[in-house]
Every structure is written in C-alpha cells, then in structure tokens.
C-alpha cells in the first residue's frame, strides 16, 4: 500500500524549504521532491537581497517604519501595478521573515537594512543584502531543514523530477507523477504545493509568453514543469505582461551564451564615463539617469533590448573599472576574442567591428563631445568628464537580461491555485515563483523575489495547510 503524504513538496528550493519545515515542526509528514542533486534551487545564483518593516535589525538602529510604508513604496515604483492584496500580505509578514531568517543564522551585511541601488530606491531603509548573496540563505536554511529529515519528519527525494500532477475525481490535486532516473513513481499526498520554481532557463516557454528570446543567468532545472502541470489541470495564467528587463547583462568569453551583470551601470555606484549607443548608433537616455525604472523602460524601446557602452583610452586609464570583477587578462582576452568586445584604433574601425553605422556612430560622439565642451549635453547629462577622442577606442555590448519568470499561476491569499473563474483547485497550492515575479507589477521592487517566495512558504507551512480533520475544522 502506498504512503499517503500530509504534505508533498514540490521543490527544494527559496519556497518549498520553508513551506517544509514549518510543516513538518507542525507534525506533518512531509515529502519533498526536487529535480536538482542538491537542495536551495535558485538561491545559489541569487543576490540573496531581502526587504521588510518593524524588523529586530530596523529597530536596532533607530528605523521607523512599517508595512503600510513599505507598501506605498511598491505602489509609488510599480506604478501602481500588480495584485495589490498579495503586496499587501507580503508586507504584512516581511518583516516576520527576515527576524525568523536571523534567529537561524543568516546574516545580512554589517550596515543592513540599508537604501540599496540596484533597483529603484525605497524612502526608508529596510533592504538586506545577505553576505554570501543567496547561499548564505540556502546555508542557514540546510541545517534546520536536515534537522526536520534527521527526525524523519521529512523524506528528500532528490534527483526526482515532477511529470505531471495526479487528480482526484472532483478534479483537484491527489499526488504527483515522478521520474528519477528513469524509474517513474506515483507520490499521493492530501497537499500538493507547487514550489519548483519558473520557467526562466525554459526558451520555447518564454517565448510563448513574451515572444522575445530569453537572456540571463538561470538555474538550469526551472523549466516550468509545475506551471505546465498546473495548466493541465486548469490552472490559471497571469502576470507575464508586466515582463521588464534588468539593465544591463553582458556575454562572458568563458561561459557560453550567458548573459549577467558585469559591468557597473549603476550611476549611484560608478558614474559612466561611456556613452550607451543603441543598434542604430544613437544615444537613448542620459547614461547618469539615477532612475533605474527609466533606464530599464528606455531600454526596453531599443532594437533587440541592446546596446554598445562605448569609450576611448583616456576613460579607460582615468575611469574606474568598468569591468568590475574581471581581472586585465581576462578583458585582453574578451577584447581579442569575444564579438561583443571590440576594439579600433578609430570610430571607423570601431563602428565596422561592431556593425554601427560609421556615419551614424561619428555623429553621435561628435553631439556628445559638443555638449561635453558646453556643459550641456542635450540628453540632460550631467556627469561628463571628458570628451571621446583619444584612441584606441572600445565598445562593450549589453543586453536587456532576465533573471526571473514575469508570468504564473494565479492564486487567492491562502495561496489555492485557481482555475480562470476564480474557483480553487482542490488540494493544490503555489508559492515562490511558480506564481510569476510579475504578480508584484510592472517594475522591480527591492526584495520581492527571494523574500515573497520565503515568505509564502513559511506562511503555508506554518498557517495555510491542513492534514486533518481538528486542523481543517479550525481553519474554516
């Protein structure tokens, strides 16, 4: 006979441990299932950044603040975009998060919550940088969750990767179809929550749902299986029209066809001492622009999401490191071999080994350094502090990246995956983002990725899901 689960997992990842283990604390049986070998999901690529009120580590150093603040903050910078009682909820029990997060052992950088510039900026302190970025979480997150397994409160199946939901007559969720190493599996369980992660590293499911090609950094096994899953049993889509880009990923020379953040386009970080140039040979917007959000909608206009940084050797020997973690050989090299590093002893030789237009490209640096010499530089810079003109000349190609999927399953506040008409499926849940980044509106909010996906996790695991009669009687 079958083992019938209280709770099945599916993901071992930012929302599927926390869902994990607050369940199991509450004396669940608990199975997790995970396509990966290893446990954390996407954390081990994330920044690991993190935002909330009323925290231990605000009210240390004096900071007022609180939900409502920081929900007029989401609405102020997302155009008052997305589902606004999810924000709402997330807010609500941030600040929860991040004190649980430290009481086992996660610790944010020495002068957090600090006002970050990565995204568009909040008007009060209450974003966490983890130290080691998202592995710090995944390491303060494994010992609490080996402890639930040591007690066999948790079982683990890694290696094991969802096919396809099974239901029950009604039409709700009984259990997941698995296969791990060519072995298949029914898994039956009373809950199933969806928590394996987006579509991200998925390119024929991007460009279903944004009809674009898909450029980033992604954790290979977010291929979209529970979304697929879930819209095969009905599932409701939303959320993948508010996509908009991270400004600005390069290619690395030694690591394929990857596209991340190499350079420092961050004005509050490093001024540009370069012009960004698009496709046509045309400047955009004011390469000093302390908006993100208009940088990353400017962007967002540019034929093929793209743009050459282009600068002289004056910038290169005077400016800091455009580059930032690349050492000078690395760069030689990238210079040498890579078609989106290119390098000429002229603008000509210059605009011919990128493919601008040499006329278009001359015009446009030739308007630069006219304004340079005015101080007044017809695209509103003010940072501009030398002319392009000593050669050789470089030029560094950025692309428009995501790191996320903008689209997911819709679900109500108790996080129930819902059908289009509203009505729940049974038994089946969605948390983490699995429920699409793009549920928070048309922008990027400090901390609204890793923190949501842990926060509706907990918030499952400790509150939401019911494996008995007593539990079910009392959450009605």
């Avoid at 303060?140 to 890694?158: C, H, M, R, S, W």
């Avoid at 890793?450 to 509706?456: D, E, Q, R, S, V």
Wanted: glycine share 10%.
């Amino acid at each position: 006979m079958s083992t019938m689960w209280d709770v099945v997992v599916v993901g071992a990842g930012t929302a599927g441990l926390p869902c994990a283990i607050f369940a199991a604390k509450r004396g669940a049986k608990v199975v997790v299932i995970e396509a990966a070998d290893k446990i954390g999901g996407t954390l081990w690529l994330a920044s690991g950044q993190l935002s909330g009120t009323k925290t231990n580590l605000q009210a240390k150093r004096g900071i007022e603040d609180d939900p409502d603040k920081h929900f007029a903050d989401f609405m102020r910078i997302n155009h008052g975009t997305g589902d606004h009682p999810f924000m709402k909820l997330f807010a609500d029990n941030a600040g929860a998060t991040v004190d649980w997060l430290y009481d086992i052992g996660w610790r944010p950088q020495d002068d957090h919550p600090a006002i970050t510039y990565g995204h568009e900026i909040y008007t009060t302190p209450r974003t966490y940088w983890a130290k080691d970025g998202g592995i710090g979480i995944a390491n303060a997150l494994q010992p609490v969750f080996d402890a639930e397994v040591k007690k066999g409160n948790i079982t683990l199946k890694l290696s094991t990767r969802m096919t396809e939901l099974i239901t029950e007559e009604r039409g709700g969720a009984a259990g997941v179809r698995v296969s791990s190493n060519g072995k298949a599996e029914e898994i039956r369980g009373k809950n199933v929550v969806l928590a394996c992660g987006g579509y991200a590293a998925n390119a024929e499911l991007w460009g279903k749902f944004h009809n674009r090609p898909v450029r980033g950094l992604f954790w290979p096994h977010s291929q979209g299986d529970g979304v697929k899953a879930a819209q095969a049993l009905g599932a409701d889509f939303k959320w993948a029209e508010n996509f908009i880009p991270t400004f600005a990923g390069t290619s690395d020379p030694d690591a394929g066809d990857t596209k991340w953040i190499n350079t420092i386009c961050v004005p509050q970080m490093r001024m540009p001492w370069e012009i960004y140039v698009n496709l046509n040979g045309e400047r955009f917007i004011a390469e000093d622009n302390p908006s993100v959000d208009m940088r990353e909608r400017a962007l967002m206009k540019q034929p093929d999401m793209a743009f050459w940084s282009i600068y002289d050797e004056a910038a290169r020997e005077k400016a800091p490191p455009l580059l930032f973690l690349w050492p000078k050989e690395k760069q030689d090299r990238a210079f040498a071999t890579h078609a989106d590093y290119r390098k000429g002893n002229t603008l000509d030789e210059l605009a011919a080994a990128t493919g601008l237009s040499a006329a278009a490209l001359a015009h446009t640096v030739e308007r630069y350094n006219q304004g340079q010499a005015a101080k007044s530089d017809a695209l509103g810079r003010q940072h501009m502090p030398l002319p392009i003109g000593k050669g050789p000349f470089y030029a560094v190609k950025h692309y428009a990246i995501s790191v996320v999927s903008f689209g997911g399953v819709n679900t109500d506040l108790k996080c129930r995956v819902l059908r289009p008409n509203g009505q729940p499926i049974g038994n089946l849940y969605a948390a983490g983002e699995m429920v699409g980044f793009g549920r928070f509106g048309n922008a990027y909010l400090s901390g609204t990725s890793i923190g949501p996906a842990i926060t509706f996790g907990r918030l499952l695991g400790d509150q939401i899901l019911t494996w008995n009669t007593n539990q079910a009687q009392a959450a009605e």
